[in-house]
């Protein structure tokens, strides 16, 4: 028993150490703070719950993501569903085949070097624009830099649908970005465009 114990602590001082990203997943995911705090509680309550399914040592912080997106979504659905809502999609609605094939260390199209031009404070502000399943891949991808196969496992979705998924994303960004460029175009006269540093998402938190 005393085993089992010191097991447990041990996993427990592994979840705290992510109690901040986890918190700022949520914040992303609902960009509400109370909602934000809500579901870290509600992720943390649930990993203890279970906390002997994890082992020590296996990557809690991808433990931790999958809870919290786990429980976000399945929430979003239940409140779409009571709300008569249509804009709900699960995460399994695509396999990924259009990208099939592809070499995964390769995948850098257009919309990614596009993004990749502005300011971290630019992108991390009009990500918040973007439906939540876009939201969540772009974090998961570019801001904690978890590779295709650990968002696959967080997910729970194929790597071709991470990969195909990830490039609706960045591509509902940049135009995102193209409109916010409009919109300082119209009102400074086509003075004031200047894209900033590299986007570098992982500082912005």
């Given at each position: 028993m005393m085993r089992i114990n010191k097991k447990r602590e041990?996993?427990?001082?592994?979840?705290?150490?992510?109690?901040?990203?986890?918190?700022?997943?949520?914040?992303?995911l609902t960009r509400n703070v109370e909602d934000a705090k809500d579901l870290t509680q509600?992720?943390?309550?649930?990993a203890l719950e279970y906390i002997d399914s994890y082992t020590p040592n296996t990557n809690a912080k991808a433990y931790l993501f999958r809870i919290a997106t786990t429980i976000?979504?399945?929430?979003?659905?239940?409140?779409?569903?009571e709300q008569n809502h249509l804009e709900f999609r699960a995460f399994n609605e695509d396999d990924?085949?259009?990208?099939?094939?592809?070499?995964l260390n390769l995948i850098e199209d257009e919309e990614e070097k596009f993004i990749r031009e502005y300011s971290s404070r630019e992108v991390e502000r009009l990500l918040l624009n973007l439906s939540f399943e876009?939201?969540?891949i772009l974090i998961l991808a570019?801001?904690?830099?978890?590779?295709?196969?650990e968002i696959s496992k967080i997910l729970n979705i194929p790597i071709g649908t991470v990969m195909s998924r990830?490039?609706?994303?960045?591509?509902?960004l940049k135009k995102e970005l193209l409109k916010r460029e409009e919109i300082i175009r119209r009102e400074t006269g086509g003075e004031?465009?200047?894209?900033?540093?590299?986007?570098?998402?992982s500082k912005a938190k």
């Open positions: 041990i996993i427990k001082s592994e979840f705290l150490k992510y109690l901040k990203d986890v918190y700022n997943l949520s914040l992303y509600d992720t943390f309550a649930r976000f979504f399945n929430n979003q659905s239940r409140l779409n569903t990924g085949s259009e990208v099939i094939g592809r070499d876009h939201r969540t570019d801001i904690e830099e978890f590779s295709y196969e990830l490039s609706r994303a960045r591509s509902a004031n465009i200047i894209r900033l540093s590299k986007y570098d998402l």
